[in-house]
């Protein structure tokens, strides 16, 4: 089941995201729970949370920051719903498109996003860190969807 996590799921995101290792901190995570123009959508089985998603609201468009999904359940299915969730959500919200960026070496997150329709728009050289154990920096994908 699918729903919007609140202030009181703090816990149970914040666990999730020490696992998932999505990105995100903990402070982001926080205050998102809090802030009227980000929806925070979870993934829940049965009493634990297994999967989360954010999406921003901006003037026009709506930002996807992040999907986590617990290590031992990716492949499964649960990105894909938490995508469809949020999609929803920028519906509701008006948006004209959905805009995320994403790391280049992500094959299985770039593979999701394009087939919910997302198309690479541009790409910021040397964006993030590299993945640990790996020297340099990442570029990232810019990426886009109409609503």
């Known amino acids: 089941m699918i729903a919007e996590l ?13 696992r998932a290792q999505s990105g995100v901190s903990e402070a982001l995570l926080t205050e998102a729970l809090i802030d009227d123009t980000v929806y925070v959508a979870g993934r829940w089985q049965e ?9 921003a609201r901006l ?9 986590g999904v617990l ?3 990716r492949g499964a299915g649960i990105g ?10 920028a519906a509701d919200w008006q948006s004209e498109r959905v805009l995320l960026e994403v790391r280049e070496s ?22 993030y860190p590299a993945a640990e154990g790996a020297a340099g920096r990442e570029s990232a994908l810019l990426m886009s969807r109409s609503i």
């Open 6 to 18: 609140y202030r009181t799921d703090a816990p149970a995101l914040l666990a999730l995201e020490a």
């Open 47 to 55: 009493s634990q949370l297994i999967g989360y998603a954010l999406l």
């Open 59 to 67: 003037p026009f468009d709506a930002e996807l920051q992040a999907i």
């Open 71 to 73: 290590p031992e359940r």
């Open 80 to 89: 894909g719903e938490l995508l469809g969730a949020v999609l929803a959500v």
């Open 106 to 127: 992500n094959a299985s997150a770039r593979k999701l996003y394009a087939g919910a329709g997302f198309q690479q728009d541009g790409m910021r050289r040397d964006y």
